[in-house]
C-alpha cells in the first residue's frame, strides 16, 4: 500500500505540475463527468446504499444522489465566475498602484470520506476541489463497503484518472495516506478522528478541512409556535429519524422544551413516528439501518444504562441480527449519562426539560460548540439571544438540517464541531489559496518611505496611516504644522 500511495502521490503531482488541472476545460469536463457518473449508474448507487446502510432508494437520492448532481451542476455554471480575478479597492495611499486576489489550487489534495453519505461525502468535496482545479485522492470509507468498492471501480471510467484517484482500505491505510505530504487534507467524521488527522498534518504545516460533528440542541418554544407545532413535530421527527436513522453529523441530537409541554410534545411525536415508518419500523423499508454491529453495540451501551432505560418513553426495541434499533424518545436521561455527553449518531431522541425556555441558552452555553442550533421560534428577543449569547457552526430557526442542502450558504463547524467550510462557491475558496497580487508603479516615489528620517516625514506617515488625506495636502503645502 506505501508503494501504490508513494505512486498515486507521484502522478498526482506531475499531473498538476503540467498545469492540465488548472484549465477551466478541464475542470468543467470533470464536472460534467461526475453528472454523468450519477445519471448513468442511479440505480446501482441506490443498491450499495441499501446494501451498506438499508437506505430507500428516495432517501438516497434526496440526501446523495441528487446532492451530488445539484453540487455539480452549481459548479459547472458558476466556474467563469468563481475563477475571475477579484480587484482590490486600495486605499488612495497607494496610488497609483493596483491590486487583486486570484484563487490558485493547493495540489494534490487528501479527501477521507465518511460511510454514513458515502456517495455525497466522497463526491461533493471531490467537486470543489476540482473546481479550484487541484488533483484528488479519495479514501472512502471501509464501513460503507459496497459504496466504496463502487466509487473506486466507476470513478477512474468517467474522470481523469492521472489527477482523480480513489483508494478503499480501513484504519491502516488511512495512516499510511497521513504519513505523507499533502497539499490540503479535507476529513467529514469524528472529532476523535479530527485531532488525529490534524496532527499528522502539523507535521508538513497542511491546512485542514475537518468537517466534525457534536450535539445539535433543538430548542421547541411552544408558546409562539404553537399554532404550528404539527408541522414543528414532523421537522423533529424527519430531521432525526429520516436521514440515515439519525446517523448523521447535523441530526437533531436532543430536544429542549418547557417541563410544561413536554408530554404534549411526546403525545405528537409518537403518530408521527407511526406515520412515517408505520407499526413496525423494521419492515418499513424506510429506516436506515445501523451501520456496523460495533456501532450498534455502542448505541445499545448507551441505552442499557440504568437511568436511561428509565426515561424511555417510547420505542427502545432493538435487533442486533437485523442492526435495528426503534425510533426511540428519552424524557429526561441523568445528564451526567454517556448518551447526554456525546453525539448519539443513532435513533434515539432525548427530551430535556426547562422551567423556562429562556434557560436553553445557559444550557447550550454549557456544553461544546455544536456544528448546528436548530430552534422553533418566533420570538425574535429569544433569536437574538441564541444568535449573540451561543457559538456553533450554523443556526436554522424553524427547521432543521436543509442548511446543509443549501449552496448559496456555508457549511462548517467551529471549534470541537470542525475548522473550514465548504459547499458552493465556499467549496471552491476551500481548496483554493488566494493569492494577493499587487502591482506598483515606477513613475512616482513617496519619499517618507526611505531613511533618513525626520519628524517631517513622521509626521506625514502619521497622516497617511490615518488616511487624514485633507490634512495631509495642507502639511505638504506647510499651511498646517
Known amino acids: 500500500m506505501d508503494e501504490t500511495v508513494d505512486q498515486s502521490l507521484r ?9 492540465r488541472t488548472r484549465s477551466v476545460k478541464w475542470r468543467k ?30 432517501e438516497a437520492f434526496r440526501d446523495e444522489l441528487g446532492f451530488v448532481m445539484r453540487s455539480a451542476t452549481t459548479a459547472l455554471n458558476c466556474l467563469d465566475k468563481w475563477v475571475v480575478p477579484k480587484k ?80 478503499e482500505g480501513g484504519p491502516d491505510v488511512a495512516t499510511i495516506l497521513l504519513k505523507h505530504q499533502w497539499d490540503k487534507i479535507f476529513f467529514t467524521g469524528s472529532p476523535k478522528i479530527g485531532k488525529i488527522i490534524m496532527a499528522a498534518a502539523a507535521e508538513y504545516l497542511t491546512p485542514v478541512t475537518l468537517e466534525l460533528g457534536g450535539k445539535c440542541p433543538t430548542i421547541v418554544d411552544h408558546h409562539s409556535v404553537s399554532k404550528d407545532m404539527k408541522s414543528v413535530v414532523k421537522r423533529i421527527s424527519g430531521g432525526k429519524w429520516g436521514s440515515c436513522s439519525g446517523q448523521a453529523c447535523i441530526s437533531v441530537d436532543y430536544v429542549l422544551v418547557e417541563q410544561s409541554f413536554a408530554s404534549s410534545l411526546i403525545e405528537m411525536l409518537k403518530p408521527m413516528i407511526r406515520s412515517f415508518f408505520g407499526e413496525n419500523p423494521k419492515e418499513s423499508g424506510c429506516l436506515s439501518r445501523i451501520v456496523t454491529k460495533k456501532h450498534f453495540q455502542r448505541l445499545a451501551r448507551l441505552l442499557n444504562d440504568p437511568g436511561v432505560q428509565a426515561s424511555i418513553v417510547y420505542g427502545g426495541s432493538m435487533d442486533e441480527e437485523k442492526l435495528y434499533i426503534e425510533p426511540t424518545i428519552l424524557l429526561n436521561p441523568p445528564l451526567d449519562s454517556e448518551i447526554m455527553n456525546e453525539e448519539i449518531f443513532g435513533p434515539i431522541l432525548p427530551i430535556i426539560t426547562l422551567r423556562d425556555i429562556q434557560e436553553s441558552i445557559g444550557f447550550i452555553k454549557s456544553k461544546p460548540k455544536p456544528l448546528a442550533i436548530y430552534a422553533f421560534t418566533k420570538d425574535e428577543n429569544l433569536k437574538t439571544r441564541i444568535l449573540s449569547e451561543t457559538s456553533s457552526g450554523s443556526v436554522t430557526f424553524n427547521d432543521v438540517m436543509i442548511q446543509y442542502m443549501c449552496d448559496a450558504l456555508p457549511f462548517g463547524g467551529v471549534g470541537e464541531s470542525g475548522i473550514g467550510r465548504y459547499h458552493g462557491k465556499y467549496s471552491f475558496e476551500c481548496f483554493s489559496h488566494e493569492k494577493a497580487i499587487m502591482e506598483g508603479s515606477l513613475a512616482a516615489d513617496l519619499e517618507a518611505r526611505y531613511p533618513p528620517w525626520n519628524s517631517f516625514k513622521l509626521t506625514f506617515l502619521r497622516l497617511a496611516f490615518r488616511e487624514a488625506y485633507f490634512k495631509l495636502v495642507l502639511f505638504i503645502l506647510g499651511l498646517t504644522k
Open 88 to 167: 482590490s479597492n486600495l486605499p488612495l495611499l497607494f496610488y497609483p498602484s493596483t491590486g487583486k486576489v486570484i484563487s490558485e489550487p493547493y495540489g494534490a489534495v487528501l479527501v477521507l470520506s465518511s460511510w454514513n453519505f458515502p456517495i455525497s461525502l466522497s463526491l461533493d468535496p471531490m467537486i470543489g476541489a476540482i473546481s479550484a482545479g487541484n488533483t484528488v485522492l479519495l479514501k472512502a470509507s471501509e464501513l460503507s463497503p459496497n459504496a466504496s468498492a463502487f466509487l473506486a471501480k466507476t470513478i477512474p471510467s468517467y474522470l481523469d484518472s492521472k489527477a482523480i484517484k480513489v483508494i
Open 11 to 19: 502522478e498526482m503531482r506531475e499531473t498538476f505540475a503540467s498545469g
Open 29 to 58: 469536463t470533470q464536472l460534467e463527468a461526475i453528472i454523468e457518473m450519477v445519471k448513468d449508474n442511479e440505480d446501482k448507487m441506490c443498491d450499495v446504499l441499501f446494501q451498506d446502510l438499508g437506505k430507500h432508494s428516495t
